[in-house]
DNA sequence: TTATAATTCCTAACGGCGTTAACTATGACG
DNA sequence: CGTCATAGTTAACGCCGTTAGGAATTATAA
């Protein structure tokens, strides 16, 4: 066995142990504290160790934001088991609004404006995978045919956004707010349903 | 005339000028670019004078906060005028988005989580007061009554403020944006006029 | 084994940030 | 005219992200 792998293997580790310990900082301690010098310091490097992992402090920012995405990715597929359809979607909801809640840093920086918009819109793309997947087979269960799927889609995550941000920017509770998030949820639906041509379930089923 | 008065003048019209140099700079450039040192050299002082006028940089920027939220009222108050109470509402979702991508950086200071919680909630009540008001009217002018109102401000400002930021973090256009809080208001309006219990219109009328 | 090459890691430093201290003028008031 | 407050300055502190340069360690080849 070559050394070139065990060295590259120590790299690796390295490199996993900065995220890990700015991940710890960044939840622990807010953004204000997610500084170089501390996570190499946490990490019992230098500070100048740090950029022969990442090109900058950005770069390392967005293993955070994608780090942040996969650990929502999997709460969501979680909630996703629900059965009932419309139940479903407001657990995502809740999901969603409870994530915020919990990781609040995180949540910041996965949308943070400062971080790039292709890169962050690049990471988000499975979360927003499932919650297509979940309002097409609402959409299917109830016969309803959205004027604009991506549309639909666009909708309903603004406005999970949004009602998540009511609760991290302060101006509700999270219990409230997730509560919001169930309601808003559950009249977009409605409404949904209701503005379909009111056609009767066809006859195939 | 005691010269205090004009001293006091003084006063007053530089820290008004240093606000506005803030904003400017905060307009045409970004929030990178809204540093102590940047602003004093627009009003041509140096940095420590801007400490005589504002405790530090927090204070400065809620000032700029305190502005944007003005901005948006005047903005509200003019697309209030319409007469429809239905369209009124939608015109409100559209006006939202079009702040948000005419004043992005602007935008962006005025929903920032490190400036204080409860004085943004402060600034921000005038122009929530608009939307209560408009809600009412709407309500009122097709029978509906909310199970919740403050619950439906709440959803309705954060769906806005949700699908805003698509366009603001670059996930969607603006006008696309516009379309989308339009469509997302008209479909939460019909949820809650449909979730009403079917009652025709009453007697009185 | 030893000379050479490569890699790892550190210290020191640069420029910029928010902010404060200490000092110098300037103009008002007894 | 002397005194005193005030406005404004420069210099500095301790941070920040980032880079340069050198020392020490480790791998490779003769």
New binding site residues.
């Given amino acids: 066995m070559?050394?070139?792998t065990?060295?590259a293997r120590?790299?690796a580790n390295?490199r996993e142990r900065i995220i890990e310990a700015a991940l710890h900082v960044l939840e622990t301690e807010g953004i204000a504290a997610?500084?170089?010098?501390?996570i190499?310091t946490d990490v019992?490097?230098?500070?100048?160790?740090?950029?022969?992992h990442f090109a900058?402090?950005?770069a390392l920012v967005l293993e955070l934001v994608a780090h942040g995405h996969r650990l929502m990715l999997s709460e969501f597929r979680q909630a996703a088991q629900e059965p009932d359809t419309d139940r479903r979607m407001t657990r995502i909801a809740s999901q969603y609004v409870r994530f915020a809640g919990e990781h609040p840093h995180l949540f910041q920086v996965m949308n943070d404006p400062m971080v790039d918009a292709d890169e962050r819109r690049r990471v988000a793309e499975p979360v927003i995978d499932v919650l297509k997947e979940l309002l097409t087979s609402w959409s299917d269960a109830h016969d309803v045919v959205l004027a604009d799927f991506d549309q639909a889609c666009e909708i309903l995550w603004g406005t999970l956004y949004g009602i998540a941000s009511l609760s991290y920017l302060g101006s509700v509770g999270n219990d409230r707010a997730r509560y919001l998030a169930e309601q808003a949820l559950r009249t977009i639906l409605l409404g949904w349903r209701t503005e379909t041509p009111a056609n009767g379930r066809p006859a195939s089923s």
């Fill in positions: 070559p050394t070139s065990r060295r120590e790299r390295t997610l500084t170089i010098r501390r190499a019992e490097y230098s500070a100048p160790v740090v950029y022969q900058n402090k950005d």
